[in-house]
Every structure is written in structure tokens, then in C-alpha cells.
């Protein structure tokens, strides 16, 4: 094995996490394969030999990108962020797919990651849920590592306001479940059964097409009832919907003739249904892997 296979073989076995955290920090999976991408480059094309630490190389390599990136699309969603919903993983609904992706980032959370500034989240999620220290982080910000750490502070505030889930799978799969039937047969009062009264429902389509310009409309609701109410629009395309993971949980997806058309995560907080997430950007779906 020469030179150049030893590196592309070690970054190989890095990729898994670069790619994670790549995706914390854009929320985009084809973003998120373009930063890994954009490393391999780098790599491939400087000196690495005197590195003791490839792997952390790697991760601020892939977390300047990142910020480039993120700095690069500041003003781009201000006008849609209300409604913006980042890119989801889809997984099968069963026992592998669950232990593979035991320690995904819930959709909830990754809604809120859109609203903190591009130091902000790639100080919290390289600190919070990579463990990188403050001072290797600081010198990706060009900032004082004591100003890095106020960094992930302000972004964890934000963050502990976010809903998230119980994280009981059975319970959720059973309450997914339990809210899809209810939506196929229309029943209002086994819907609202389910829903925190202050249940939020964020939907983004994007530019949906004319087929789809009912429901597929981007909204924002707050409150039981009028989540309902639009929960019962999306009815028609119940013989469609199927569970599946998002993000690690329960949820489901809108597959229409072998095409994604809508995917929806579920967040679960005591029992109740607090917070409803759907993509219906059909652009946007069409880059995004259905489980096998």
C-alpha cells in the first residue's frame, strides 16, 4: 500500500464522523457531503506527516468549511427560517436501524441549530457533542478561548428551550402509530388526545408543485386545534404515509410511486406530541435516501 492509499484508507475511517459532524453543523446532507468532500481535498493535497492527531485535523478542517459555509448562507433562509426544517435521516423502522442511529440529533434540535449564529453553532456542537476544547475551537473562530466558551453558553440557552424527546422508542413508535391511524380515519378527538395543547406543527415545502399546493404549503401552527385541523388536511395522502426513523425516532414518511413527497418527524415530551416537523420541499426530498 503506497503513501497515498495509507491516507485515503485513514480518512476513511474518519468519515463517519466527519460526516456527523458536518451535518450538525448545516443541517444539509448535500452540504454536509460536500464539507467531507472538500477535506479529502485538503488532505490529499498537504503535508500530514508531521500530524499526531489526524482524526482532530480532520474535524478542523471539516469545522472551517463548515463555518465558511454557514457564514456563506447567512441571509440566505431570514425570509423562511420560521418554517425552515433542515434536511432528515430515514432509516427503517426497526431493531438495526435503531442501534445504528441511537445517537442521532433530533430533528427538533437541529430546527433550533438554524437560528444561533455560525460561531455560536459550531462552538456548541464541536464542545457539546464532540467534546473538543474550547481553546482547539477558538482558533476556528479567531476568538479568545474565553470568548469561544461564551460562544457555546449563549447556544446552549437557546438549545435547553428546544423541545426534545422522552427518548422511549417503543413508547414513540406506539404514539406515531397511534396518530397516523387517527389521521387516516379523520378522527379529530383521537387526534387532539395525542397533541400537547401547545403542540407547535412547522411545515416546509419549499416550492411545492401545483399537485401538491393544498397542504403542501409552508405554515407554522401553535395549539392543539389548529394543528389538528391541518393534520386532517394531509389525510388524503394517508394511504401513502408509512413509519419510519427520522433522525433516530419514530415518524413517518409520504411515499408516492417510489418517491419521497413528504417525511415528518415527531417530538414526544411526556406522552404528548409537542412539536411536528414535516419536509414537503420536493426538491430538496429528491436527494434524500430512502432506507432500503
Same mark, same amino acid.
Given at each position: 500500500m503506497n503513501e497515498h492509499e495509507q491516507l485515503a484508507r485513514r480518512f476513511e475511517e474518519n468519515r463517519g464522523h466527519l460526516r456527523a459532524v458536518a451535518y450538525r453543523m448545516l443541517g444539509s446532507l448535500p452540504e454536509a457531503e460536500d464539507a467531507v468532500q472538500e477535506a479529502w481535498l485538503r488532505l490529499s493535497r498537504t503535508d500530514v506527516s508531521d $500530524?499526531?492527531? /489526524?482524526?482532530?485535523? /480532520? =474535524? =478542523? $478542517? !471539516?469545522?472551517? !468549511?463548515? /463555518?465558511?459555509m454557514l457564514r456563506s448562507r447567512k441571509s440566505r433562509r431570514e425570509d423562511s427560517l420560521d418554517t425552515y426544517v433542515p434536511d432528515p435521516i430515514i432509516g427503517a423502522p426497526g431493531p438495526e436501524d435503531e442501534a445504528v442511529q441511537a445517537d442521532a440529533i433530533g430533528l427538533a434540535l437541529l430546527v433550533v441549530l438554524e437560528t444561533l449564529s455560525p460561531a455560536e453553532r459550531l462552538a456548541f456542537v464541536l464542545h457539546d457533542m464532540f467534546g473538543v476544547g474550547f481553546d482547539e475551537i477558538a482558533t476556528i473562530v479567531d476568538k479568545s478561548p474565553a470568548a469561544t466558551r461564551q460562544l457555546a453558553s449563549r447556544a446552549r440557552r437557546r438549545v435547553q428551550g428546544a423541545p426534545a424527546s422522552d427518548g422511549d422508542v417503543s413508547r414513540q413508535r406506539v404514539i406515531v402509530e397511534a396518530f397516523m391511524a387517527a389521521s387516516r380515519g379523520g378522527d379529530f378527538e383521537a387526534l387532539l388526545a395525542l397533541l400537547d395543547p401547545d403542540v407547535l406543527l412547522r411545515a416546509d415545502a419549499g416550492t411545492a408543485s401545483a399537485e401538491f399546493a393544498g397542504p403542501a404549503v409552508s405554515k407554522l401552527v401553535r395549539g392543539a386545534r389548529a394543528v389538528v385541523e391541518q393534520a386532517l388536511l394531509f389525510s388524503r395522502m394517508a394511504p401513502y404515509t408509512q413509519l419510519a426513523l427520522v433522525n433516530g425516532l419514530p415518524g413517518a414518511i409520504t411515499v408516492v410511486n417510489d418517491r419521497l413527497m413528504g417525511v415528518m418527524s415527531i417530538t414526544v415530551t411526556d406522552g404528548k406530541i409537542t412539536e411536528i416537523d414535516i419536509l414537503a420541499d420536493l426538491d430538496r426530498l429528491e436527494v434524500i435516501p430512502l432506507p432500503a
Open positions: $500530524v499526531g492527531n /489526524l482524526a482532530g485535523w /480532520l =474535524t =478542523t $478542517v !471539516v469545522s472551517r !468549511v463548515c /463555518l465558511d
